[in-house]
């Protein structure tokens, strides 16, 4: 692999690394960051669970639900990868206004092709969370960007370790890296998204 595609394939959960080599350390499907714990009373701490769930603010308790069965723990994976793409144009316009412009048309062609996986697997997490929500239907509507904020400050102490050259070349790169096989959504997750589309919207409501 050349020297260039090296730092762009190993620049630590940023994207996903090829499904058929072995990912580079901290190159994989990670999850982002669960949001910080409030602060709790420590006199209201349990030996066996310190932060129950009762304790974490709805919008936190919504996003780190554990996951029921395999089809909720799919989509979970489903959306934190598919918004990679989105923080990542998101920190390389911010700064590096210079490409700013190709980074946007490079995520706003890839949104399009994708657009139907997308736009199920949205659907899908939208009602998980909606399930998760009880009564605190309100916040559902702030768990995306939540995660995709998450997701954008993992990126930004990512880069904070990398020289300025490097880190503009993730964002030169962006393009050409949306366009690998890999980021073909409906090939990559063929047998995920079949399961999740039969999957009745209803029952995770």
Known sequence: MRASGRVLLGVAALLVACARQEPPPGFKDAQPAEPPKPAIDPSAATSDNYYRPSQLDPLTRIMVATP???????????????LRPDALQMVCSQWFPAHGHDVADSFMAWRKKNDAALTDIDKHAAAIWQSNAGTDTAYVKRVKPQIRKNLYDEMMRTFDALPTAEFEKVCIDYGPLLRLPEWDLEKRWKRDLRAMRAHALAAAQ
């Open 68 to 82: 029921r069965d395999a089809y909720e723990e799919s989509v979970k994976k489903m959306t934190g990868t598919s």
